[in-house]
Each structure stands twice: as C-alpha cells, then as structure tokens.
Nanobody, 126 residues
Framework: QVQLVESGGGLVQAGDSLRLSCAAS????????MGWFRRAPGKEREFVTA????????GYADSVKGRFTISRDNAKNTVYLQMNSLKPEDTAVYYC???????????????????WGQGTQVTVSS
C-alpha cells in the first residue's frame, strides 16, 4: 500500500517553470519506481517521465525531453518533476504513480503502476 500526494501545480505563462512534488508513504522508498503522467482535456492519460527504484535511471516522453527533469529524494520519500520552458500544450492534470520495484529499468505504461495520486492541475497560457 502506497499513498501519493501531488503538489506544485498552478497557472503560468509560456516559457515559465514549475516544480511538482509527489510525497509517498513507505519506509523503502528506494525500492519504489515512480512515474509522472498527464491528462489533457478530452485526451487519454499519457506518459511524461519515470524513474527506476534502483539506480534512479530515467526515461522521458519525446514531447518533454530537454525541458522536464525527474528526480527523487529517498530521505524525504518524494519525487519531483522540474518543468522548464512550459508550452500551452503542457496544460493538463499531472499524476504521479508508484510501483514496488528494485529493477534498474523505469516503467513507461499506465498499466504497469499500482498506485496513483489525485493529480495536480498545470495550466500554461500563451
């Protein structure tokens, strides 16, 4: 059982930055793989980025490479999403997700995760 709470969303202008946080329950956060997904109005939930439970290896959707960075602080049981050079098409509800895993590979699919946060709204105006 993992409980996730996202925070840090808001309304920004194109080109601005935001940092999202996701606080997770549990003693062994280093053994939990984490991911960020987003859902724009009228669209399906899509992969944004992920980080593995072992080795902190990362992966990114092509749409955010070079602009977004995922990181984790195991002492605080928290994963972060640094979002730079935001575009209007980044507007969405952002969700963090968790899966118990000690593997070095991240997970990229919605169906691979077992736990989800409630989401935080990011709105980017043009």
């Amino acid at each position: 059982q993992v409980q996730l709470v996202e925070s840090g969303g808001g309304l920004v202008q194109a080109g601005d930055s935001l940092r999202l946080s996701c606080a997770a329950s549990g003693r062994t956060f280093s053994n939990i793989a984490m991911g960020w997904f987003r859902r724009a109005p009228g669209k399906e939930r899509e992969f944004v980025t992920a980080i593995s439970g072992r080795g902190s290896n990362t992966g990114y959707a092509d749409s955010v490479k070079g602009r977004f960075t995922i990181s984790r602080d195991n002492a605080k049981n928290t994963v972060y999403l640094q979002m730079n050079s935001l575009k209007p098409e980044d507007t969405a509800v952002y969700y963090c997700a968790a899966k118990y895993s000690s593997w070095r590979d991240p997970y990229y699919r919605v169906g691979e995760y077992d736990y989800w946060g409630q989401g935080t709204q990011v709105t980017v105006s043009s």
